[in-house]
């Protein structure tokens, strides 16, 4: 079991703006001859416009520009890999600088289903770079935990995404397990809270439920929505699915969520991978149904992608039809999440671990 904040510091690195808070960003732009005014249009363009090259931000002045490209980069990664499917959604495979491994992670922008709505889409973020969890169905735990993600790698994401497009919510479900980086993720959510607009139920943080730490925090009122991954209803299987949570009972992790509720007044989200012939028989859908009666939460039934190489198989539209309508026959509230972009990598970490591991 994971028991300790998971992941070395990220190494030192060249600043960015991102990277400086807002007074000392005002600093540095004074410091090369410009005004704080313009250390706040800049913050704001980048932020809020997912504008990131000074060349574009017209409203500083001309002979600036070249000066802060040179002296205070915007964003500190570069875009390795990007690839868009059929329906617009976009994965983007980053790189951060610094350390002896790669520090590559995803980020996913998901286009409203109906592109013509103007909705704004829906950003999957990561927060480490590999995973200690180590499900046997995800890549992203494959190769273990790298690093954490500093603060601003996770708000540079964001960014990254908002130049790909208006965004409407996001979700910390991308590489890594968000509670075990937790005052990264959370100083990263107050910047996309407070300088990027997207308010508090646009913002759902994935976890696989350390009842510890879920407790620690939820006095504090986090400002998102909590969906908690459970993928089974049965202890032992979750021990094999989830290994970072062996020994953890189920039941002290829905007290957890329960307790969640209460203090913070959001019902949980629960999660659940669906797994062709390993987690979804009608005795899976109905223990699950028995473990979560009477709770105030949703079910999110997700559809397996196919990892390579997992052993894991997609399972059929009927067979997750079914599983859901057992769980609504039962009072649960359920929904069914078919993932975007299947033919481009789409289980998280995919992209990830096939540029890391050339094929033979
Ligand atoms: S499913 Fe989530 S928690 Fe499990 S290894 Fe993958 S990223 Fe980590």
Same mark, same amino acid.
């Given at each position: 079991?994971? #028991?300790? $904040?998971?992941?070395?510091?990220?190494?030192?690195?060249? *600043? /960015?703006? &991102?990277? %400086? !808070?807002?007074?000392?960003? =005002?600093?540095?732009?004074?410091?090369?001859?410009?005004?704080?005014?313009?250390?706040?249009?800049?913050?704001?363009?980048?932020?809020?416009?997912?504008?990131?090259?000074?060349?574009?931000?017209?409203?500083?002045?001309?002979?600036?520009?070249?000066?802060?490209?040179?002296?205070?980069?915007?964003?500190? #990664?570069? $875009?390795?890999?990007?690839?868009?499917?059929?329906?617009? *959604? /976009?994965? &983007?495979? %980053? !790189?951060?600088?610094?350390? =002896?491994?790669?520090?590559?992670?995803?980020?996913?922008?998901?286009?409203?289903?109906?592109?013509?709505?103007?909705?704004?889409?829906?950003?999957?973020?990561?927060?480490?770079?590999?995973?200690?969890?180590?499900?046997?169905?995800?890549?992203?735990?494959?190769?273990?935990?790298?690093?954490?993600?500093?603060?601003? $790698?996770?708000?540079?994401?964001?960014?990254?995404?908002?130049?790909?497009?208006?965004?409407?919510?996001?979700?910390?479900?991308?590489?890594?397990?968000?509670?075990?980086?937790?005052?990264?993720?959370?100083?990263?959510?107050?910047?996309?809270?407070?300088?990027?607009?997207?308010?508090?139920?646009?913002?759902?943080?994935?976890?696989?439920?350390?009842?510890?730490?879920?407790?620690?925090?939820?006095?504090?009122?986090?400002?998102?929505?909590?969906?908690?991954?459970?993928?089974?209803?049965?202890?032992?299987?979750?021990?094999?699915?989830?290994?970072?949570?062996?020994?953890?009972?189920?039941?002290?992790?829905?007290?957890?969520?329960?307790?969640?509720?209460?203090?913070?007044?959001?019902?949980?989200?629960?999660?659940?991978?669906?797994?062709?012939?390993?987690?979804?028989?009608?005795?899976?859908?109905?223990?699950?149904?028995?473990?979560?009666?009477?709770?105030?939460?949703?079910?999110?039934?997700?559809?397996?992608?196919?990892?390579?190489?997992?052993?894991?198989?997609?399972?059929?539209?009927?067979?997750?039809?079914?599983?859901?309508?057992?769980?609504?026959?039962?009072?649960?509230?359920?929904?069914?999440?078919?993932?975007?972009?299947?033919?481009?990598?789409?289980?998280?970490?995919?992209?990830?671990?096939?540029?890391?591991?050339?094929?033979?």
């Amino acid at each position: 079991m994971v #028991s300790n $904040e998971a992941g070395g510091e990220a190494p030192k690195q060249a *600043t /960015t703006l &991102l990277a %400086l !808070s807002p007074a000392e960003v =005002a600093q540095r732009f004074v410091e090369l001859g410009l005004k704080p005014f313009h250390a706040r249009i800049a913050r704001k363009e980048a932020l809020e416009r997912g504008i990131t090259d000074y060349a574009r931000m017209t409203a500083l002045p001309l002979a600036a520009r070249e000066r802060l490209a040179a002296e205070l980069p915007i964003l500190s #990664s570069v $875009e390795v890999e990007r690839h868009k499917a059929w329906d617009g *959604t /976009t994965k &983007l495979l %980053l !790189s951060f600088p610094g350390g =002896a491994r790669p520090a590559t992670v995803e980020t996913v922008y998901i286009p409203p289903r109906e592109l013509a709505s103007g909705k704004g889409a829906t950003l999957c973020v990561s927060s480490q770079v590999g995973c200690p969890v180590a499900c046997p169905f995800c890549a992203s735990g494959r190769a273990g935990l790298v690093r954490n993600l500093e603060a601003h $790698e996770i708000v540079e994401q964001y960014v990254r995404g908002r130049e790909v497009g208006a965004l409407a919510r996001s979700v910390v479900m991308g590489i890594g397990e968000p509670l075990l980086n937790y005052a990264n993720v959370s100083a990263a959510l107050a910047v996309v809270h407070d300088e990027m607009g997207l308010g508090s139920r646009k913002v759902t943080v994935s976890t696989v439920g350390f009842p510890e730490r879920l407790r620690r925090i939820a006095p504090d009122k986090p400002r998102f929505q909590l969906a908690i991954s459970l993928h089974t209803p049965d202890q032992e299987q979750r021990d094999e699915l989830v290994p970072a949570m062996k020994g953890v009972p189920i039941e002290e992790v829905l007290a957890a969520g329960d307790d969640w509720f209460e203090q913070t007044g959001r019902e949980v989200t629960y999660e659940y991978v669906l797994l062709a012939g390993c987690n979804d028989s009608f005795g899976h859908a109905e223990r699950l149904a028995q473990r979560l009666a009477r709770r105030r939460c949703t079910v999110n039934l997700i559809p397996f992608n196919p990892v390579d190489d997992s052993g894991f198989g997609r399972p059929t539209e009927l067979g997750v039809a079914r599983f859901h309508q057992t769980l609504v026959e039962r009072g649960l509230v359920a929904t069914v999440r078919w993932s975007r972009g299947v033919e481009n990598d789409a289980a998280c970490g995919q992209l990830r671990i096939r540029r890391q591991e050339p094929a033979q």
